[in-house]
Structures are given as structure tokens and as C-alpha cells.
């Protein structure tokens, strides 16, 4: 349990009933951040909760155990709010020997919070200050080495946009305006480094659950096939078949140029898969742009930039998506948003067109909506 303000950090017991309970990180999450009555804090409120919280299966070799979920208040929707995403914080944050991670209080100057099995340190990051997250990755990837695993913030999460996520790697606690809150608080990244093994309380019992568990995921067409051939945008034409697409800010249900940003015309682009830790699925991507080799846009980006947007320009989505990514800004989020806007815009309820500039347009608005 880390304070900023007063850097000073403690390890607290979690009740084993408590963790029964509230089964899964999630749950453990929401049981954290309400057990104090902070829940009823303004969610910018350096005393309101960040909590980074595991489950019993994190780390485990459980298929698809790498989920981490982080709750707080949301500046977005103001209500108690859970984001979740796969990577290697979870598992390191267990393997140092903590189930959950809570921060709070306000940093006097800008910190990266460092944790490990013997408690916490916190380093200045002035020169973090203002770096999007793949540059304040590879810098703590050269400070902490190889083994650490850290969460970072872009510009959109220190200058308070509520539309801010967390990054991890190309992995993202997207929803909610999450980031907004560690802007809130100075805080722009969490290290964490962890090897201890993760014990499980019956071996024998557990091989055989995971052995079932990737039996059942490699005979199930979306879990053998759709997802690790096409990616997340499997969904894409699926869905947009059975007329269940929200288009042009959730008017219409189906959009005429969904094959342009679907899983079929990403694979055309695909040079390599990405998987979670211990993830036999491996929906992530990595694609060819410009002459490099890139993250691909999920689903989830496809459909926000490039369906309810209108932009029917894979390229296009891809770049969006790394600009958005770099600058913490959750694409979801950021794609409805100026959606919306565009629908006012239609109605005469906003004098500018927030599509007039296509690609150019958009990227100069994301770099607006997260810098302020
Ligand atoms: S690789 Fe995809 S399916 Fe596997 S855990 Fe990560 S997000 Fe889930």
C-alpha cells in the first residue's frame, strides 16, 4: 500500500476470506477501493485509490492468466470502475509477492514507483515528463532490464484527459479515463520486478484443469482458428453480417466498407502474432506499415476509427492507433468521442466538420484531445 505524498509505503494483509470472496481481481478490486468509503471521493482526489489487483490464476499456467485488472474511481463516468489487460504486471507483481497494488496520495514531483519483493522506492521521472509511452517504456526497459514489467502514462494521462488509459507494453487498461488519475496523483509509471514461483495448492489437480482448459480452447473454432488466424477483427465482418456494427456513432448497424478494415484485410498485412503470456490464442498482431513492422489495431480500434468514423483505410486505422497508443489515449473512447461530434456537427449543433481533414484531421484532434 503506497502513499505518495508521503512516500511511504506498507504491506498490508488481504483476510483470506476476503479473497474468497471477492474471487478474482476484479472483484478484489472493487472490494478495495470501496472497503475505505473512498469510493465517494472525487475521482481526481490524490486520495481517491489506483489498484492494480491479480486473481488466483494470474501467473498460473492457466491459458490466458495473465489478466490484471486496475479499478478506480473513473473521471470519465464517475463511478467505480474496472479496466483489465493482459501482459507480464500481473505476474510479476505476484511473483515479487503482492496480490494487489494500492497508490495513493499526490507525488510532489513528477515519480516512477518501484516495486519489488523488498518493498518500494521512488525514482524521479522529470525527464519522463511529457514522453509518450513507447519512449517512457524503452527508457525504464533500459533502467529496470529485461525482467521488469512496468505501466506507463502518456501525455493524455498527466494532462488530466478523461479519456487517458494506462499502457502496458502495446497492451492497455483502456476504459474509464483511468490515466487521468495517475496524472492526478504525479505518477507516471509503476515498475515492478518479481521471480518467486507462483504456488499453486494442488499441482497435480491443476495440470490436469489446464490440460482440459487447452483442450476445450483448441477444439473451439474461435479459440483454434478465428482469433489466432484473423486477430480480435475476426468480429468484423461477422458482426457487421448479422447487422449488429454500430456505424456513424451507433445510427446505423451496418457499414458497406466493413471488409476494408475487417480481420480478412488485416491478415494481408500481418507478419507475425502477439500473444499475452501463456496465451495458446495469441490474438495480437504485428503488421507491416511503411516500411516497418508494427502493432496492429484490435478490433475494438478498427471499429472506432475506421467503422464508426467512416475512415474505410486500414492504413490509416493503423497509424491512428499508434498515435493514440503513444499518446495514452484510449482509441475506443477517443473514436466515440469524435463520432459524436461529427453527429453534431450533421445537425448543425457544431460549426466544424471533425472529419473535414481525414487521417490528418483526426491524428491533429487525438493530439489535441491529450495535450490539452
Ligand atoms: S493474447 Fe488475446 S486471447 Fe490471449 S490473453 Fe491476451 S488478449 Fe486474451
Known amino acids: ?79 467505480l470502475f474496472d479496466a483489465n489487460s493482459g501482459g507480464f504486471f500481473g505476474i510479476r507483481l505476484r511473483r515479487a509477492g503482492y496480490d494487489a497494488l494500492w497508490i495513493e496520495g499526490r507525488a510532489d514531483a513528477p515519480v516512477v514507483l518501484s516495486v519489488d519483493p523488498d518493498g518500494v522506492r521512488f525514482e524521479p521521472a522529470g525527464d519522463l515528463r511529457g514522453l509518450g509511452n513507447r519512449a517512457v517504456q524503452r527508457a525504464l526497459a533500459e533502467r529496470h532490464g529485461p525482467k521488469a514489467a512496468a505501466l506507463t502514462v502518456g501525455p493524455a494521462g498527466e494532462t488530466g484527459s478523461r479519456l487517458a488509459n494506462v499502457a502496458h507494453g502495446e497492451r492497455f487498461f483502456g476504459r474509464g479515463g483511468l490515466g487521468a488519475t495517475w496524472g492526478a496523483k504525479n505518477l507516471k509509471a509503476v515498475v515492478v520486478r518479481g521471480e518467486e514461483p507462483i504456488e499453486v495448492a494442488d499441482p497435480e489437480g491443476f495440470a490436469f484443469v489446464v490440460r482440459e482448459c487447452r483442450k ?124 459524436a461530434a461529427r453527429e453534431l456537427w450533421e445537425r448543425g449543433d457544431l460549426p466544424w466538420d471533425p472529419l473535414e481533414g481525414g487521417e490528418a484531421g483526426v491524428a491533429r484532434l487525438l493530439e489535441e484531445m491529450a495535450l490539452g
Not at 478474482?24 to 472497503?35: D, F, H, I, N, Q
Request: net charge neutral; charged share 20%.
Open 1 to 79: 500500500r503506497v502513499d505518495l505524498a508521503e512516500r511511504a509505503a506498507r504491506v498490508e494483509e488481504i483476510p483470506p476470506e476476503v479473497l474468497r470472496a471477492y474471487l478474482g481481481g476484479r472483484g478484489l478490486g472493487a472490494y478495495l477501493v470501496r472497503a475505505e468509503g473512498r469510493h465517494r471521493l472525487d475521482p481526481l482526489d490524490p486520495s481517491a485509490p489506483f489498484v492494480v489487483a491479480t486473481g488466483p490464476l494470474t501467473g498460473t499456467a492457466a491459458p490466458t492468466a495473465s489478466r490484471t485488472s486496475a479499478t478506480a474511481l473513473s473521471p470519465l463516468t464517475n463511478t
Open 216 to 339: 476445450w480452447l483448441s477444439a473451439h473454432p474461435v479459440t483454434s482458428r478465428g482469433l489466432p488466424e484473423f486477430g480480435t477483427a475476426v468480429l468484423m465482418n461477422v458482426v457487421n453480417a448479422v447487422g449488429a456494427l454500430p456505424a456513424r456513432n451507433f445510427r446505423e448497424s451496418r457499414f458497406d466498407r466493413a471488409d476494408t478494415v475487417s480481420g480478412e484485410a488485416l491478415r494481408e498485412i500481418t507478419v507475425g502474432k502477439k500473444a499475452c503470456p501463456g496465451c495458446p490464442i495469441a490474438c495480437g498482431r504485428r503488421i507491416r506499415l511503411g516500411g516497418g513492422e508494427v502493432q496492429g489495431p484490435e478490433f475494438e480500434t478498427l471499429w472506432a476509427f475506421g467503422v464508426d468514423l467512416g475512415l474505410a483505410d486500414l492504413a490509416a486505422v493503423a497509424r491512428l492507433n499508434l498515435l493514440a497508443n503513444d499518446l495514452g489515449l484510449d482509441t475506443i473512447s477517443a473514436g466515440a468521442t469524435l463520432a
